[in-house]
Each structure stands twice: as structure tokens, then as C-alpha cells.
């Protein structure tokens, strides 16, 4: 099959988030913006996957359960990264943001369909998508309570890929939710490398090496924040 496999897009995703938290370290200057400009990637790849594996997961439960434990065991590392501080309230790392923008779709799925068995009569199926919709709106607000990464447009960003299952209108979705993100400010132009992947993704996994994914975000974070530490 042509395209490129989950795993191969997911490595990329990988690969430009690194580039982009080294871009932060350098802490100004055309390099460090070039690094960051190409992290842009990473992001609409990660929510892009969540939404997939809400879909395609046997265990809903199970699945949120592991984004919510890799959020608690990421949150050190990235807030000494980020802040310099062992806890730092005000601002939650990305596996929040992911974790949120997956109960949103739950909330979506689970409204929609019962929406759609209450109520009769042929209009009762886009019934249940704009309730279903509106509730995983809602719950996308809490991101920016709990004030985390990319707030309520990260997590918006994910219910749009589960709520479209055509890939032609999940990407366009997903890159109308970056360009309220971004605007015509210059980040935009990184997210376009993203929806090209995702473009050509081919629906097949690929290697199975999910744990890799999860542990390589706050290793990385740790990784970087030791090594930084000691460049004056």
C-alpha cells in the first residue's frame, strides 16, 4: 500500500517535537526560531493520532487512563524544562491537552448516539452530531482550566479528526483549527508539512511500538532540561 504507516508519520511527529524544545533552550536567535518554526509538526500529528486511536481502541477506558498517566509522570519533567521549577501550576503539559481533546471526543461519540437512538425521524442522525459536537466543545474548555498546552484549540484540534472520518475533510478541519491557532503569523507555514503527512497516511499501523511514544515526551523533556542546565 503506498503512503506512509502511523508509525513512520508518528516518528516524524517524534523527531520535530525534539527539534522544537531544543529550539526553546536556545532561548532566541535565527536557529532557535528555525528549530521551533519545524516543531510546528508535531502537534496536529499527535492529535490527529489520538483521535485514531479513540476510534480504533478496544478499551476507551484503558486508553484514557494511560494518556492520564503519562500526563501526571510528564508534568515534572516538563515543568523544570519549561519553568525551571519541580511544580509549576499554571501551565500543564501536552498529554493534558491530548487527554482532554480524547474525553471530548467520548463525549461526542456518547451524546451523538444517544441523541441519535432518542430522538426520530430522519434529521435525528445530524441531531445527535451537532449535540454530540457542542458537548465535546464544551468539554475542550476545560483545557483552558486547567491551563494546559495549546489549551481549548489543541483539544479542539483533536475532536475535529474524530468527528470527520473522510482524511480529505480531516485535514482540511485540522488545518482550519491551527490557522485559528496561528493566524498568518509565520508558525502556520510549519503545520503544512504536518497535514501533508497526514494527507498520505495510509491507515496502517506500521511498527508496533506505541510505548515509545509515550515515554519519549518526558525523557526527552528530562534529557534536555540536564543537558541545558549545565550551558551557561
Given at each position: 500500500?503506498?503512503?506512509v504507516?502511523g ?5 516524524a ?6 527539534f522544537?524544545?531544543?529550539g ?9 526560531f ?43 519533567p516538563?515543568?523544570?524544562f ?41 434529521d ?7 449535540v454530540?459536537?457542542?458537548?465535546g466543545?464544551f ?6 482550566l ?5 489549551g481549548f ?5 483533536v475532536?475535529?479528526?474524530f468527528?470527520?472520518n ?19 503569523d509565520?508558525w502556520?507555514?510549519?503545520?503544512l508539512?504536518a ?9 496502517e499501523r ?8 509515550y ?6 523533556l ?7 542546565s549545565?550551558?551557561?
Amino acid at each position: 500500500m503506498k503512503g506512509v504507516t502511523g508509525f513512520q508519520v508518528k516518528c516524524a511527529a517524534l523527531f520535530f517535537m525534539v527539534f522544537d524544545h531544543v529550539g526553546r533552550a536556545m532561548q532566541g536567535g535565527a536557529l532557535s526560531f528555525a528549530f521551533r518554526l519545524a516543531g510546528r509538526v508535531s502537534f496536529p500529528i499527535f492529535a490527529f493520532f489520538i483521535a485514531e486511536g479513540m476510534k480504533k481502541t478496544s478499551d476507551r477506558r484503558k486508553y484514557l487512563t494511560r494518556l492520564g498517566l503519562f500526563a501526571f509522570l510528564s508534568e515534572m519533567p516538563y515543568d523544570l524544562f519549561m519553568h525551571g521549577q519541580f511544580f509549576y501550576w499554571e501551565d500543564q503539559n501536552i498529554f493534558f491537552t491530548l487527554l482532554i481533546g480524547a474525553c471530548a471526543c467520548w463525549a461526542y461519540m456518547a451524546v451523538s448516539n444517544g441523541v441519535s437512538v432518542l430522538s426520530f425521524g430522519e434529521d435525528s442522525v445530524m441531531l445527535g452530531r451537532f449535540v454530540g459536537f457542542m458537548s465535546g466543545f464544551f468539554v475542550c474548555l476545560a483545557a483552558e482550566l486547567f491551563m494546559a498546552d495549546y489549551g481549548f484549540i489543541g483539544c479542539l484540534a483533536v475532536l475535529v479528526c474524530f468527528v470527520f472520518n473522510d482524511r480529505l475533510f480531516q485535514v482540511i478541519a485540522l488545518s482550519t483549527v491551527m490557522f485559528l491557532l496561528y493566524g498568518t503569523d509565520a508558525w502556520f507555514l510549519g503545520v503544512l508539512p504536518a497535514l501533508g503527512l497526514l494527507y498520505i497516511y495510509n491507515g496502517e499501523r506500521g511498527r508496533a511500538m506505541k510505548w515509545l511514544f509515550y515515554f519519549a515526551y518526558p525523557l526527552h523533556l528530562f534529557v534536555l532540561y540536564a543537558v541545558f542546565s549545565f550551558i551557561p
